[in-house]
């Protein structure tokens, strides 16, 4: 009797947790092997096309998110529920997130444009005052006890550091799976690229008025390339002699075809030198550059006919070889690559030069004291 009294109340705990947990997951199934891994939300992929319908969908996707999310590592844990609680407009929680990561880090200054952000929310909400007027108050106030160098970080928001391109692959690979469900990892990895594309936009804005230019980047050189510029740093102890000739030899290589849409990063990489040497006080008559292309690289130079035949696309690296070469820099490729990858000069952007062989272009420039990069 003892035996059938206990085997029925455990029967009836179990149904009634059974029940409990099913009332409470809304739109979410989970595989009992694997209550982690194997879990859904019901999220309709109409949502990812009406931005409308998605904005009012995200806080209820977050709040699910962060009712299955566990991380060891709490100091991992509570940075990823920042985004999650913001999303969920859960702006008391976020707070506690912040100030939950700034003792761990012992630093005040993490995420105090969250901070301020969710502090003038909350003020809006109780007051009705005016969220703009809260932000700029919180904001400032801030901002003001920042190191520069801590200005100058917070300034790069404002640049073109943000992209939105991890966001729209995700949102376009889930579009193309036709699903109306997610699994935890794809809801938590959407609710992050979704936050960093459209909460930090707002930001920007709301910022951009209250961040003085001397904290933001220069592009003293070359400026078609949004990651090339140059950050503002003080108290400099090192400085290079401005009288001094620097040459620089580049060696590019690499083309990747998944990055067609993006300017080649070896290629940036020759702007961002530039920047950097003039940022530094080094006269631009006293800068020289010789970049040396071969094997996939060449793909870097199609002309835009060409590279929109081969890719699809027009070529992204057109304006930055263009302004390139007025800088003074001197372009040169490989007379063998070319033969093995079937390429006339006329196939390439104009003004570039050709040699019998990269290797001798390379070696003879070093002897002339050109340095490699």
Same mark, same amino acid.
């Given at each position: 009797m003892r035996k059938f009294f206990f085997s029925a109340v455990i029967a009836m705990a179990t149904a009634i947790a059974a029940l409990s947990q099913s009332s409470t997951a809304t739109n979410?199934?989970?595989?009992?092997?694997?209550?982690?891994?194997?879990?859904?939300?019901?999220?309709p992929v109409a949502n990812y096309s009406d931005s409308e319908a998605l904005n009012k969908a995200m806080p209820r996707l977050a709040e699910q998110v962060l009712a299955n999310y566990h991380e060891t /590592? %709490?100091?991992?844990?509570?940075?990823?529920? &920042?985004?999650?609680y913001l999303l969920s407009e859960n702006y008391s929680k976020t707070l506690e997130m912040v100030d939950s990561v700034q003792k761990i880090d012992d630093d005040k200054s993490y995420d105090v444009e969250v901070?301020?952000?969710?502090?003038a929310k909350i003020s809006e909400k109780r007051s009705q005052a005016s969220f703009g007027d809260a932000f700029k108050t919180e904001f400032s106030k801030r901002f003001n006890?920042?190191?520069?160098?801590?200005?100058?970080?917070?300034?790069?928001?404002d640049s073109p550091w943000l992209s939105d391109k991890d966001y729209t692959s995700l949102q376009q690979k889930l579009i193309n799976s036709n699903k109306d469900s997610l699994n935890l990892d794809d809801a938590r990895s959407f609710c992050e690229k979704y936050f960093n594309y459209s909460f930090y936009k707002k930001l920007m804005f709301?910022?951009?008025?209250?961040?003085? /230019? %001397?904290?933001?980047?220069?592009?003293?050189? &070359?400026?078609?390339?949004?990651?090339?510029?140059?950050?503002?740093?003080?108290?400099?102890?090192?400085?290079?002699?401005?009288?001094?000739?620097?040459?620089?030899?580049?060696?590019?290589t690499w083309f990747d075809t998944a990055a067609k849409k993006e300017i080649n990063g070896g290629l940036g990489n020759v702007a961002r030198e530039l920047n950097l040497h003039e940022a530094n006080g080094i006269p631009r008559k006293n800068i020289g550059a010789v970049a040396v292309i071969h094997a996939d690289g060449l793909y870097i130079l199609l002309s835009n006919e060409k590279y929109k035949r081969k890719y699809g696309v027009d070529n992204p690296n057109i304006p930055l070889i263009k302004e390139l070469q007025t800088y003074g820099v001197r372009m040169i490729v490989c007379g063998q690559a070319m033969t093995f990858y079937r390429l006339e000069m006329e196939d390439l952007v104009p003004?570039?030069? %050709?040699?019998?062989?990269?290797q001798t272009v390379l070696s003879s420039y070093r002897l002339k004291n050109y340095v490699r990069f």
């Open positions: 979410l199934t989970a595989n009992p092997k694997d209550s982690t891994s194997n879990q859904k939300f019901y999220f /590592n %709490k100091r991992t844990y509570f940075d990823n529920c &920042i985004s999650y901070t301020s952000y969710a502090l006890q920042l190191s520069f160098a801590k200005k100058a970080n917070l300034a790069t928001i709301l910022m951009r008025p209250l961040i003085d /230019n %001397k904290y933001r980047q220069t592009f003293p050189a &070359i400026k078609a390339v949004n990651w090339a510029g140059v950050i503002p740093v003080e108290h400099i102890d090192e400085i290079p002699d401005p009288n001094m000739h620097y040459n620089m030899l580049f060696e590019l003004g570039i030069k %050709k040699a019998l062989t990269a």
